[in-house]
């Protein structure tokens, strides 16, 4: 199976902050890699694919970079509805598996 | 806009069999390009694949748990369900099904809002 690592598990921000997380695969999956948000209660939703890619509706303060192992999702603004919980997801071999995501909360 | 809703019972007993079943509507089950997918997700952790399942019946599971795990397809009724037996209080979890789309990425685009299993006797 692929393992893919988040870091940081959680970090504290401002409204207006610019935010990164990383993800780690351990191993090679070209550019096969999702980013999802979860707000509490809430299933998850998918806000970039193919590693960079946009999802329809998604704003453009989400971007998302990286291929092989590494890969970042950066919030350029911090709102105040993007405090969740993210996660990445890989798409390069079955079993399809996540990150144990990254929690962004107020500072 | 394609919708998924997750129905079964919230509690199932130790060394039963969970079952659970995700009505589609809003879009064919039968569309192309799309797998029916099982995701769960431990209280207060991260998310584990399943399984999933094409219109047609091919289906393909998380070796972790295959050895407990059925998915079926009935595109008469549009829903997909899922069948995991043998079940311990480590199966509690919140169980979401969704909708994976199979291009040349894949990704899971479309969620149901989850529904809560507790195994306990």
């Known amino acids: 199976d692929i393992q893919m690592t988040q870091s940081p598990s959680s970090l504290s921000a401002s409204v207006g902050d610019r935010v990164t997380i990383t993800c780690r695969a351990s191993q090679s999956i070209s550019s096969y890699l999702n980013w999802y948000q979860q707000k509490p209660g809430k299933a998850p939703n998918l806000l970039i694919y193919a590693a960079s890619s946009l999802q329809s509706g998604v704003p453009s303060r989400f971007s998302g970079s990286g291929s092989g192992t590494d890969f970042t999702l950066t919030i350029s603004s911090l709102q105040p509805e993007d405090f969740a919980t993210y996660f990445c997801q890989q798409s390069y071999s079955t079993p399809r598996t996540f990150g144990q995501g990254t929690k962004v909360e107020i500072k | 806009q394609v919708h998924l809703q997750e129905s079964g019972p919230g509690l199932a007993k130790p060394s039963q069999t969970l079952s659970l079943t995700c009505t589609v509507s809003g879009g064919s089950i039968s569309s192309g390009g799309y797998y029916w997918s099982w995701i769960r997700q431990h209280p207060e952790k991260g998310l584990e694949w399943i399984g999933y399942?094409?219109?047609?019946?091919?289906?393909y599971y998380n070796p972790s748990l295959k050895s407990r795990v059925a998915i079926s397809v009935d595109t008469s009724k549009s829903q997909f369900s899922l069948k995991l037996s043998s079940v311990t209080a480590a199966d509690t979890a919140v169980y979401y099904c969704a909708r994976w789309k199979d291009d040349h990425i894949g990704r899971f685009d479309c969620w149901g809002q989850g529904t809560l299993v507790t195994v306990s006797s």
């Open positions: 399942i094409y219109y047609s019946g091919s289906a």
